[in-house]
């Protein structure tokens, strides 16, 4: 079934210009929390930190509209005027993601309603539903306003739409939604009996006798047909995007500056399927915040920052909007960052095509509810370590200032993820609730990022035109055109690495019958007979000495040889992972949740048998990537271990003018950052 509702050509700009010269250093800046003589105590310590952009306005719109339709923007000129008459420029933020009270008050039925049917309370943000007519109104009153007063000003180089559009209204269950959804059904499938035959409603006896009476799927997910499961998550997408281009279409009217919305991508699920929103925004942008109990955070940052590059496609570079220079305040225990970490996390991903740097936020809060969130200028203020380490920062990006624009070096892997599979997933799958799909997307990303070797981590729809090996994990939901460009793909010369539950349902959710993985089978010469989920307690053998948990399949060989296979188990024999040839190329299956070390020799192979190329020859602590200027390659390296190491390079490096002479040496917990030539 083609997805009708959501084909919507793109509708970005050309971009513009970058909004700074160079590389972007700054973060939100909130001056409505200080007095004004507080402003330019501000300016001034931005200036001596190297900031050159600000994000302006997030959460201002009930100080800039303190009642309907009456404006204040005395203030709101004066600090736009001194931002620019410091160089600064502003990414001027339309403030919709904090609905003033009087809208609260006057209109409570504009905030979000739970699975449950329980209305949100007012008192935290993004209060509001996106399918209501009249926040809409509201919106994009408050957006006209805006852009009519600053569309021209010069200071304003960037429109920055809302703020984490779905992070706390990403799903809404009210009656405004569900009507909304009704009509998305008549877009998407035409008729009810269309909806039926895709969703199999005859199971249950859910058969609707009309697309009227179809609800959201409200309270307990897992026992929701899968085909509605998967439909709600794609049109609540669908609805934040429409308020979004709502916004963007306001902002394009009034100004030539470009406009972006902060995306949240990461490496687990999204809320939103930035897949399709990424043609509508002119700079792609992220805010990403590593996680305390992750145990390779770095990794995490690298994934992240790999999936913005395959989002932004031939708009690299992308920017990362938002990280923190120490904790943040919403986890367990937040981790104050160690030592030199500023530094290492920033230009981790300015290596992997980030044009900038930019943190939430300019001073820290002393009130409300991030009081203790980390800052730029932290409570104790200039004497610290953190103040010291983010002047240092606005000195190495304006060091490396002529890497902006520039591309990183292209990649060899493509590593495919949807969100589609990953809402799929997280329904609750019934053999096992427990996956996730992080958890395999972080590991085939993993065993490369360790290696040197860099992963374009892309849709599912992307252009697969040079690469040598594409990485599927767990792609549950795959349609037939999908499968068939992974296909052509292999019978073309490439080599495809595909995992478990991959291509299992189609589009619909329905699952593809004649033995898993249904998509795939033929490529791959293989069937699963049955799937074997493991328990909590239990794991199995393989015959490499791996040991697997929480997913094992009885397969079948069709033409594919056993490169693997469990050594124990009530699949004993079977084969765990197999390799089949087809044409030049091959596809290569892996029915097993694999540990860290069997992905890791699997890897090995692929790099070796392809010849993916290695950044360089390091140990698995060393990050290392190249961008590509037309002055020659500047290649990061960036040290994750807590010991010192030497890698084989010559060049100069951009952050101190060193020389090195056939070998660096990376201190531990350190980036070098190098021009690089030819050994002498
Ligand atoms: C982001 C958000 C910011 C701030 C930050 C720190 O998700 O966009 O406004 O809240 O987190 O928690
Ligand atoms: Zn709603």
């Known amino acids: 079934m083609a997805r009708r509702a959501t084909e919507r050509p793109p509708t970005r700009h050309a971009l513009t210009g970058w909004p700074t010269d160079g590389l972007s250093y700054g973060g ?6 200080w007095a004004p003589e507080v402003w330019r105590e501000d300016v001034r310590l931005m200036r001596e930190a190297g900031v050159n952009i600000v994000t302006l306005g997030v959460f201002s719109w009930g100080l800039l509209e303190p009642r309907e339709g009456e404006y204040d923007w005395g203030w709101f000129d004066e600090i736009i005027g001194l931002l620019h008459e410091s160089g600064i420029a502003v990414d001027l933020a339309t403030p919709t993601a904090a609905p003033p009270s009087w809208l609260l008050h006057a209109h409570p039925e504009v905030l979000p309603v739970d699975a449950y049917g329980v209305r949100e309370q007012p008192g935290g943000r993004l209060g509001w539903c996106a399918s209501s007519p009249v926040f809409r109104e509201h919106a994009l009153r408050i957006t006209t306003a805006l852009a009519e007063r600053y569309g021209d000003h010069p200071a304003v180089r960037l429109w920055h739409v809302s703020n984490e559009l779905g992070g706390g209204n990403g ?52 026992k929701v047909n899968p085909g509605l499961f998967l ?37 687990g699920r999204h809320v939103v399927d930035y897949s399709d929103w990424a043609a509508h925004v002119d700079v792609v942008a992220n805010d990403h915040y590593t996680i305390v109990d992750d145990p390779v955070r770095e990794q995490d940052l690298a994934f992240a920052a790999d999936r913005m590059r395959g989002l932004a496609a031939d708009r690299t570079p992308w920017l990362l909007m938002e990280h923190s220079t120490g904790a943040p305040s919403w986890q367990q225990r937040n981790r104050a960052k160690a030592p030199g970490e500023i530094l290492r996390n920033a230009l981790a991903h300015v290596a992997r095509g980030s044009d900038g740097a930019m943190f939430f936020q300019w001073r820290a809060s002393t009130a409300g509810t991030e009081q203790f969130h980390s800052a730029m200028l932290p409570h104790a203020g200039t004497e610290s370590r953190v103040w010291r380490e983010v002047v240092r920062l606005g000195d190495a990006l304006r060091r490396l200032r002529s890497i902006a624009g520039s591309p990183v070096e292209p990649a060899k892997v493509a590593l495919l993820v949807d969100e589609e599979s990953a809402w799929a997933l997280q329904q609750g799958l019934k053999p096992h609730r ?23 981590v892309l849709p599912v729809d992307a252009d697969l035109d040079g690469y040598d090996l594409v990485v599927l994990p767990t792609l549950l939901v795959v349609s037939d055109a999908q499968a068939a460009r992974v296909d052509a793909f292999v019978r073309g010369g490439g080599t495809a690495l595909v995992t478990y539950l991959s291509g299992v ?15 795939f089978r033929d490529l791959l010469g293989v069937t699963t007979e049955e799937f074997r989920p493991l328990q909590a307690d239990e794991t199995v053998r393989l015959s490499d000495g791996g040991e697997v948990t929480d997913w094992s399949e009885d397969t079948n ?57 290695r950044a360089v020859e390091a140990g698995t602590g060393i990050e290392a990537v190249r961008r590509r200027t037309p002055d020659g390659d500047v290649l990061f390296l960036v040290n994750h271990s807590d010991a010192d190491e030497t890698v084989a390079v010559s060049g100069r490096s951009l952050l101190d003018d060193t020389t090195f002479d056939g070998a660096a040496l990376v201190p531990a917990g350190r980036v070098v950052v190098l021009r690089e030539s030819a050994a002498e």
Not at 28 to 33: I, S
Not at 187 to 210: I, K, L, S
Request: proline letters at 4%; aromatic letters at 12%.
């Open 434 to 456: 427990a996956l996730r799909y992080s958890r395999e997307t972080r590991l085939w990303h993993r065993v490369f990022w360790q290696r040197q070797v860099l992963v374009d």
């Open 171 to 222: 799903r809404c269950w009210c009656d405004v939604s569900a009507a909304r959804f009704r009509e998305w059904l008549r877009a998407e499938y035409g008729t009810v009996e269309a909806v039926n035959a895709a969703w199999g409603t005859a199971f249950w006896g859910h058969t609707f006798a009309d697309i009227d009476h179809i609800e959201p799927p409200r309270s307990e997910q897992h």
């Open 28 to 33: 939100d800046y909130n001056p409505e929390q």
């Open 231 to 267: 439909a709600y998550e794609r049109f609540s997408s669908d609805e934040l995007l429409e308020h979004y281009l709502a916004e963007a279409a306001v902002l394009r009217a009034h100004s030539e500056a470009p406009v972006t919305t902060n995306f949240m991508v990461g490496s």
């Open 505 to 519: 349902v189609d589009e619909t959710s329905r699952v593809r019958g004649g033995g898993y993985p249904g998509a």
């Open 557 to 613: 060989l069709h033409g594919a040889e056993a490169v693997v296979t469990y050594a124990d188990g009530d699949s004993a024999g079977r084969a765990a992972v197999t390799r089949n040839a087809v044409g030049d190329g091959a596809a290569w299956y892996v029915s097993a949740q694999l540990p860290l070390d069997s992905a890791t020799r699997i890897a090995d192979r692929l790099i070796d048998e392809l010849g993916l190329p």
